[in-house]
């Protein structure tokens, strides 16, 4: 037994320190970013935000509102084939250019995943995504698919440490998520005692990444969009969204009606109730990571984005950065222990 005993940090435990600025106004503020992935030679632009692959986040509806932000979706995996040739008919390159097909490990995923890409050259990103990225299995599933598709943007997840996040790159991923236990309906910290704080996660596995010139997504852990600007001004490259995008008509679930109000349900897909969904039951020798809530209906996921995109253009006007690539440079953090005044939060 080791004990690290530097501390490690959450988004709740530091604020972004203001700096003198020459920006005179939000608007000049870019948000777009633009990318060259290491392995594909692909290039990519857009706000480097992305829908989470959760079955009421990374919907065909969520895809259609926020291509128009040049935001990404990453569509999650159980959709039929027959869905996916539909949505394809239906919708352009500017909106498949705004979407990730997001995959699991199996044979049969691998299979599936062929057959979606194969329907249409103008998806460019694969997702491949376990809860649990150390796995060797995983690994050689990342280089098979870098093998079947080198002109693919594939991103590989999740891990939460410099080491894994290099061998990731090198097997072939362009792009590694990292989170493990941040999420607002995520039980596995709790469940297994597993975790990083997702703030000290994205510094130390951002250097491993831009050292190799792979990148990172932040996945997990936002609750307000000041979080996102914390993620980003703590070196991610983009940063992955579920609950802050939850209970909207996007969502493409059923709205709950109780007592005049409308509501919406809201689930980790390792819940006990995703898997009866899509496996039928729990395996026995596992138990579940994650849990269900039900949440206030929003409305359209619109009103939610521009909250968001606000924010974000604020906090680089605060520390004078006139694009978010810029934010990582200009951030210093500062370690606390308050952050905003509760008087009013009953
Ligand atoms: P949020 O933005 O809601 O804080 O985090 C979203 C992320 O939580 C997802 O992208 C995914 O990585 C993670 N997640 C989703 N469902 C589950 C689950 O059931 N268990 C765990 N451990 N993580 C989950």
Same mark, same amino acid.
């Given at each position: ?14 604020? @972004?320190?203001?700096?003198?600025? #020459? ?14 992935? &290491? ?6 632009? =857009? @706000? ?9 986040? +990374? ?21 039929? %084939? ?22 699991? %490990? ?21 997702? %491949? ?49 990292? =989170?493990? =236990? ?5 039980? #596995?910290?709790?469940?297994? +005692? %597993? ?27 936002? #609750? ?22 939850? =209970? ?8 709950? &009606? ?20 899509? @496996?039928?039951? @729990? ?12 949440? /206030? ?12 995109? +606000? +924010?974000?253009?604020?906090?680089? #006007? ?15 953090? /500062? ?12």
């Amino acid at each position: 037994m080791r004990i690290e005993s530097d501390l490690k940090l959450g988004f709740k435990d530091v604020l @972004i320190r203001p700096k003198r600025s #020459t920006l005179n106004s939000r608007s000049q503020v870019k948000l777009y970013r633009d990318f060259k992935f &290491k392995h594909s030679g692909l290039s990519w632009s =857009g @706000i480097p935000i992305i829908a989470a692959n959760m079955d009421t986040i +990374g919907t065909f509806e969520m895809a259609k509102s926020l291509s128009s932000f040049k935001i990404l979706t990453a569509i999650h995996k159980y959709y039929s %084939i027959y869905d996916w040739e539909n949505f394809i008919k239906k919708n352009s390159k500017k909106v498949l250019k705004y979407i990730m097909v997001s995959t699991g %490990i199996s044979n049969s995923s691998l299979k599936k995943i062929k057959q979606i890409l194969s329907l249409s050259n103008k998806l460019l990103y694969i997702c %491949i995504d376990v809860a649990n990225g150390y796995s060797e299995r995983f690994v050689n599933f990342v280089s098979k698919v870098r093998n079947m598709f080198p002109n693919k943007i594939i991103c590989a997840g999740n891990v939460v440490t410099g080491e894994m996040v290099e061998e990731l790159i090198i097997s072939g991923a362009d792009l590694v998520k990292v =989170g493990i =236990g941040p999420g607002s309906v995520c039980t #596995t910290r709790i469940k297994t +005692g %597993i975790g990083y704080p997702q703030l000290s996660a994205v510094i130390e596995c951002s250097d491993a990444a831009h050292g190799l010139s792979g990148q990172i997504i932040s996945d997990g852990g936002c #609750t307000v969009s000041g979080d996102i600007s914390k993620a980003f001004g703590g070196g991610a490259d983009f940063v992955m969204l579920g609950g802050m995008l939850a =209970g909207h008509k996007e969502s493409e679930c059923e709205i709950i &009606k109780e007592n005049g109000k409308k509501f919406i349900l809201f689930y980790g897909m390792s819940s006990k109730l995703a898997m009866k969904r899509y @496996i039928g039951d @729990i395996y026995r020798y596992r138990t579940s990571e994650g849990k269900k809530v039900k949440i /206030i209906f929003k409305g359209l996921v619109y009103n939610t984005i521009q909250d968001i995109l +606000g +924010g974000l253009r604020s906090a680089c #006007t605060y520390v004078g950065a006139c694009k978010i690539k810029e934010l990582t440079k200009r951030t210093t953090f /500062i370690r606390v222990l308050e952050q905003e005044n509760r008087i009013f939060n009953n």
